[in-house]
């Protein structure tokens, strides 16, 4: 995450806080499922709907029904 999007962040347990310039939230891990709370600032609330769809893409690339692995 640091390095790939410019993030600190660390674990709480099963849910994760990160944070950089403009940008806070969290990600809860669940037995089933996984939550994402992002909030971003004033500057970059702008580009909201291009984070929402990179973040769609992403769990669905990772954790879609297609993601697991092959047997």
Do not use: C, M, Q
């Amino acid at each position: 995450l640091d390095e790939e999007f410019d993030l600190a962040y660390e674990w709480d347990d099963n849910v994760l806080n990160f944070t950089r310039s403009g940008v806070s939230g969290e990600l809860v891990v669940e037995k089933k499922e996984v939550h994402i709370r992002v909030r971003l600032g004033f500057l970059l609330f702008a580009i909201k709907p291009r984070v929402e769809a990179e973040i769609h893409r992403f769990f669905d690339e990772n954790f879609g029904p297609d993601s697991g692995p092959k047997v």
